[in-house]
Each structure stands twice: as structure tokens, then as C-alpha cells.
């Protein structure tokens, strides 16, 4: 099992600056690429960002330029800079990590809330 807690979320004007944190542990050895997804009310569920391993980035078109995300491995954690925040930003947020084997199989964090308003 692999267990992914975020952290980070909270309250943030339009403009604003928010940096999120997922922490792994468990099974790390079964997990390769990790990422970001989000849920805002009504809507569905989207990638943000998503980094492999080996440091191989991509991005939803709608945070490029706006968000950065990053990994350490030898912490087993994954990071989400977002920067000029927008209110449609706001949304659930939510770690995910892929199973290295089983076809299909993600991990998920619970979630941490992020509202941007003013």
C-alpha cells in the first residue's frame, strides 16, 4: 500500500501565491510517476501537472507558466507551486501516484481545499 497526505491548501486572493506538499510512504517501490489533479465544484476531475522519476514534466494548458511542480525522491514527496492565482483556480486538490505495474492503478491522496477569492 502507498499512502499520500497533502498539505498546503487554504484561503488566497486572486494573484496570490499557494504551495502544496504530498508526502508518500508505504510501498514506495510500486509507484513511478506522481502528480496533481484537480476538482473544482461541479466539474470533473483534471490533471494539473504530473513529474516522473526522472524529472519529466508536463502541465494542463491552463496552469503553463502559472504553476510549477517539483519532486524529491529521496523524501518521496511532490510539491505544487502556484503562482498569479485565479479564481478558477479554486478546486480540490489532489495527489496521485501510478502504480509502476498494475495497469490503470492510481493512488490518491484525500484531498486539500484551495479557494481563491477575493
Known amino acids: 500500500q502507498v499512502q499520500l497526505v497533502e498539505s498546503g491548501g487554504g484561503l488566497v486572493q486572486p494573484g496570490g501565491s499557494l504551495r502544496l506538499s504530498c508526502a508518500a510512504s508505504g510501498s514506495i517501490s510500486s509507484i513511478n510517476t506522481m502528480g496533481w489533479y484537480r476538482q473544482a465544484p461541479g466539474k470533473q476531475r483534471e490533471l494539473v501537472a504530473t513529474i516522473t522519476s526522472g524529472g519529466s514534466i508536463n502541465y494542463a494548458d491552463s496552469v503553463k507558466g502559472r504553476f510549477t511542480i517539483s519532486r524529491d525522491n529521496f523524501k518521496n514527496t511532490v510539491s505544487l507551486q502556484m503562482n498569479s492565482l485565479k479564481p478558477e483556480d479554486t478546486a480540490v486538490y489532489y495527489c496521485?501516484?501510478?502504480?509502476?505495474?498494475?495497469?490503470?492503478?492510481?493512488?490518491w491522496g484525500q484531498g486539500t481545499q484551495v479557494t481563491v477569492s477575493s
Open positions: 496521485t501516484a501510478v502504480h509502476k505495474v498494475v495497469r490503470g492503478y492510481n493512488y
